[in-house]
């Protein structure tokens, strides 16, 4: 059964509240930006310095648009900038993704604003004077400023950023501010409330592009209609999904966790060219958009899965940036920004983005380059942290033995039992510094290769666990291009997991290049501060579960079905040997505990749904409806962790519907719990995906049985195939599990390891 598209005439982006999540938990704080959907033009608050969460902010000292910030005040005028700031209340305040509003109390005015893709537009309301000021500061070149129309440029990390601002009105006077790069442009007060308006345009072309950038996007003095318009973009972007049902909170939450998705990548495209800071050029986009600004590690999980789903033709066009960015700079990137590539986390994650767009038919990618820069990956460079260079000492074990090594031993850590020295890890701390927060100590020898970072360390088990999976979209790649003796030895290559599980424990653990065990071990607290001496900002218990492509074969590892789902019941119940503070502090991005289970960091997702690998797939409903209500809320401290562009917010898009993607690069999602009595999801060509979820409340989140299409549908599992040709999947919910539905090994998603 095909659904046809009724349109409704939704306000869907009033939905949204931009300051869900400007005060976290553990991390750093979301933003209340004002942005379209991957519009390279954001505005940002900018306030008080110091405090990390935004919502705690006492004052707001300007409003920032990439190069610059525009500061309004009242008189006296001050040479600090700093004076100029303003005390400001959220009961006046306004917080859509398409405008903000504020009352900037010290000075009587009030400031709202809106965006274009490239260009912003600023109003004012005050009846004094008004001081608008525009700074940059120091590496910020002003070219012309004539108290009407200021330009200038600022540089930074491999880019240019040009921008053209003009006033509506000219300035009564317009000068520098002594002992500051800034420009002030002054409004004499007026018998009658006054209002300043301001346009900007940004390019990272060219100045005189900017300027076209502002006149072709804001070609009026007409606030309101701007104003409209970035609310219909975003109301077209979030119609994607239509949800009916649920709370005013769930539904205020998925559409905000879906505004802040969307935010990224951003699309840089200008007039039918880019700049690229790959090679520093300027290139034609021959009909293709490009995209930047990207976190791979973070996003490759559920964010950009997500809008391969919901703007299918969008995430190809960000899969073949990633392709040009390889034919530009010569590799594939990993936090992608306008100035370039950052070296940041572990992994080539490229390559789950490569694998996902070839199994999901979105393939006008240039595969064939797309492989090459894989193969580069693959086989040329290291997989140090942090790092982009040229394979090392450590990745030739890697290549040979199968596993990134782990720093031998020091003799003075080694002990006689190491049972004893993790009942003494609490003393061990206690002893070190008793009066403050630290961590359990690394027992490695001191580091030799100078390629690896001294803080980020070497991550030597989650970087095998990582590299393993990017092996396995190598071998999709491989495998589609025809190169099956390649798309073998990368399938080999992802079985790698398997060296590192150690049999005593029951969960993945370090090993040096001689291949021993480190021993002390502590699966919990081992590898010095956020664990990195092995792993990435968690620990073993974390980890052990990332095997995404292969969670059958990990069941076998583990001892089959039973095993694995104790392992993972145990998960979610373990505690942290010392007190949680301690904790911590060795580990502050395992936020959002439940058990050793961090649902704010990110290779935790996938976790609740392995239970549907094992014959339990009433428990993966279970734990993901309890995440969603305990770790989302639609206040300030609405997320637990680092959102990471979209990261923490997709999670939610996706559970919240009732299903996931563990392993991208295989189109197969998990089914979980839905929250929403119909989630409608438009998949284009005028047809609809609906999910109907009967009987839905908070206590009835068990699955009793499923009809897809009008079929039995026992299957805890859906292929996107199934999803973009549209249809239908009726869920009976209820509160009790139905400990049988899809519990059958044959029913069991999909791993490298056949059942």
Known sequence: MKNKIVHADRDWASYVNTNIGTLSYKTWSTSPTVQLPHGMMEIDPVTTPGIGDKYLADKIFGFSFGPATVTVAGSPLSDRLEALASAFDHDWEETRPYKYRVFLEDHDIDAEMTVAQRSAYFRFHSVGPVHVILNGGETTQIHKHDGRVIEGERANKGHVCYFSLEMKEAASSCGSIENSPAIDLTYEPQQQEQTIELKVGISYISLEQARKNQQQELPDWDFEAAVTRARDAWNHALSAIEVEGGTEEERTIFYTAMYRTLQRMRNITEDGQYYSGFDGNVHKTEGRDFYTHDQLWDTYRCARPLQSLIEPRVFEDMVYSLVRMYEQGGLLPKFPHPGGDHAVMIGHHAASLIADACAKGLDNIHVEKAYEGMLKDSTEMSLIPWRTVPATELDRVYHEQGWFPALPVREDAKVADPDEWRKKLWDLVMEKMPNQITWVPDVGVDEWVPEVDPWHRRQSVSVTLERAYDDWCVAQVARKLGREEEAELFLQRAGNYRHLFRPDLGLMAPKTAEGEWVEPFDPKLSGGFAGEGYFAEVNSWIYTFHVQ?????????????????????????????????????????????????????????????????????????????DIQH??????????????????LSSWYVFSAM??????????????????????????????????????????????????????????PWLTHQELMSGGQLVLEMGPRPNKAWGSSPEDAPPSMTSH
Request: with cysteine; net charge positive; glycine share 12%.
């Open 549 to 625: 492509h292969d969670v059958e074969g990990l069941i076998r590892l583990m001892g089959g079905r039973e095993a694995f789902v104790q392992k993972l019941d145990a998960l979610f119940t373990e505690q942290y040997t010392m007190e949680k503070p301690w904790f911590l502090g060795q580990f502050p991005d395992m936020s959002g505990l439940i058990g050793m289970y961090a649902h704010g960091n990110e290779p935790s997702f996938h976790i609740p749904y392995l239970y549907n690998y094992a014959g339990a797939p009433w428990k993966t409903q279970r734990r993901v409806r």
């Open 630 to 647: 305990l770790m989302y809320n639609a206040g300030p401290a609405g997320l637990c962790g680092d959102d990471d562009i979209g990261s």
């Open 658 to 715: 009732g299903f996931y993607p563990v392993c991208p690069g295989r189109p197969v999602y998990d089914i979980g719990s839905p929250i929403f009595e119909k989630t409608t999801l438009r998949v284009g060509k005028g047809q609809t995906f609906v999910i109907e979820a009967r009987h839905v409340t908070k206590a009835n989140k068990y699955i009793q049985s499923a009809v897809l299409n009008g079929q039995p549908h026992s299957r």
